[in-house]
């Protein structure tokens, strides 16, 4: 509590010495989305198999121009997703934003608070259905498996440029996020059960950049993205040890007037070391998707997307795993063939429909099937009903 | 505010037929007069890449709405891009709290009204109704020669 009224007051300091003789430029937005889930087969967000409403997101979000080239901007949301995201109110991102250099031909600056992590095109924006591919996000940034909150911000700073060269518009970003012990949300959806509530866990060295050129002569944008993780687990317990975990994804996008092609493969490489079970492993694990985005009118899109998740590489069928653990192959991959519509009406309303035709388990969120017997073939329909202004 | 009548040129694609007069042109606050503005910076201001004129004045873009005509040609034949690659590009702004969205205006006399009275003021018009050309004390601004769209 001291720590936050200590760091309001700096922030009223430096609000009053850098506030200019007129009123500040600010922008206030915000988003509701409640989304509707009927599955079959495994459930996803909640008691899906009976239809979940367990799925929705909303937000506030303000910026404030100080002048001087510094922006100060908040969100605060909450997001429904069954067992896997809480509802809780959350500060998305709170950071200060200082533009050193601010020119057509270069820009450079830093962030610094809560920032948003950069990686492949969506992660920045996730949690807003406005700016998502989809309702679902592709398997690549983990909505559904894994520490998604490790992904989607992060309390540290970050170093951005961009520099205008010929048709070639080229931006970089690069993130280092502070320490930080895992919550009993997070501890559950990494181990898909209770066992790790009473257990420190760590998140240490988590880095994020990326590199992107929009070739604006070919209308296409490519990015190359790294994250950087260290789980540690609590030292002197039987689960003690660490996992770390690195991230490369390589994007790739084509905006014609009538349509888009995105793509992009992840490759996932981690290693994980617990001596106390005698647990050495080395794991490298990939995903691609494709998707077309193709406007049948202005405010009206259908798209379709195939996207791949596989746990190991080197054994994509799963039947490796089957054999050395006893455990279905199924869980080791994940097909997802998807049929989407949105709608938008108007600038503020949007919405959704989108139905997954899925093969393999990869992919079915553990926090929402504890101990459930998992369908390797199963379907998604979600819907989803958004508003922004 | 007297009305400067530098002509404003705008070079578009060799595809486009056009004669000296484009269809849809640059108009700016009058403080902007000075400022030469090149395809560049065009492009920086209206994607809300900069935030600032190159004399440290804050830029304030105004656009009309995504589904109007006259928004519609602006992106193409100005800067070289479609609507929604724009809508796109600001709502990333938005939601990651990285930058403002341009003020949306509501018509083209509002546009007008906006622009000629708000300091850093940047926007674009439909010229051609000519009825509306002698009411418009905007600062016509150059399109620097050579600059890729």
């Given amino acids: ?389 | 505010m007297r009305a400067r009548t530098a002509a404003i040129v705008l070079l578009l694609s060799a595809t486009l037929a056009h004669g000296a007069h484009a269809e849809v042109e640059v108009i700016t606050s009058p403080d902007r007069s000075a400022v030469a503005i090149d395809r560049s910076l065009l492009r920086a201001l209206f994607t809300m890449r900069v935030r600032q004129w190159p004399d440290g004045t804050t830029a304030r873009v105004f656009v009309l709405p995504d589904g109007n005509a006259v928004h519609d040609r602006f992106c193409r034949e100005v800067l070289g891009t479609y609507p929604y690659v724009l809508r796109n590009t600001w709502d990333r702004g938005v939601f990651t709290g990285t930058g403002f969205a341009p003020e949306a205006v509501s018509s083209q006399a509002e546009m007008l009204d906006k622009v000629r009275r708000t300091r850093g003021a940047i926007g674009y018009v439909d010229r051609q109704p000519a009825a509306v050309a002698p009411l418009m004390p905007w600062t016509l601004t150059q399109i620097a020669e050579g600059s890729q769209p």
């Fill in chain 1, 1 to 389: 509590m001291n720590a936050r009224i200590g760091g309001s007051a700096a922030l009223l300091a430096m609000l009053l010495t850098f506030a200019p003789a007129h009123a500040l430029d600010y922008q206030l937005h915000g988003f509701a989305a409640q989304g509707l889930v009927n599955s079959e087969g495994n459930d996803y967000y909640g008691d899906s198999t009976r239809t979940s409403l367990d799925y929705y997101e909303a937000g506030l979000n303000g910026s404030l121009d100080l002048g001087h080239r510094v922006l100060l901007s908040a969100q605060g949301l909450l997001r429904d997703a069954g067992a896997t995201d809480d509802g809780q109110l959350r500060l998305d991102y709170a950071l200060l934003d200082y533009a050193f250099i601010d020119s057509s031909a270069v820009t450079a600056g830093l962030r610094a608070g809560r920032v948003k992590n950069p990686l492949g095109f969506y992660n920045d924006a996730r949690d807003v259905v406005f700016t998502r591919p989809g309702i679902l996000m592709p398997q690549l940034y983990l909505d559904s498996v894994g520490l998604r909150s490790l992904l989607f911000s992060s309390d540290g700073g970050q170093l951005y440029g961009r520099v205008s060269a010929g048709a070639h518009e080229l931006s970089a970003i690069v993130g280092a996020a502070r320490d930080r012990d895992l919550s009993d949300l997070e501890k559950r959806q990494l181990a898909g059960s209770n066992m790790l509530n009473s257990t420190d866990v760590d998140v240490e060295d988590l880095r994020f950049a990326r590199l992107q050129d929009e070739i604006a002569s070919i209308r296409t944008t490519l990015a190359f993205s790294v994250l950087d993780a260290r789980l540690a687990i609590e030292p002197g317990n039987l689960f003690s040890g660490a996992l770390e975990a690195e991230l490369y994804v390589l994007s790739a996008r084509y905006d014609a007037e009538h349509f888009s092609l995105i793509s992009e493969y992840a490759l996932q490489r981690s290693r994980s070391r617990f001596p106390g079970l005698g647990i050495s492993d080395k794991n490298t694990g990939d995903s691609l998707y494709v998707q077309l985005d193709w406007r049948l009118r202005r405010d009206t899109t259908l798209y379709l997307r195939h996207d791949m998740s596989f746990s190991d590489r080197g054994d994509r069928n799963g039947r490796d795993y089957a054999r050395e653990t006893g455990q279905d192959r199924h869980d080791r991959f994940s097909h997802d063939s998807t049929l989407g519509l949105s709608w938008r009406y108007g600038a503020h309303w949007g919405l959704w429909l989108e139905a997954h035709l899925i093969d393999g388990t990869a992919a079915v969120p553990n926090a929402d099937n504890i101990g459930a017997l998992r369908d390797p073939h199963w379907s998604l329909f979600v819907a989803m009903l958004g508003y922004r202004f």
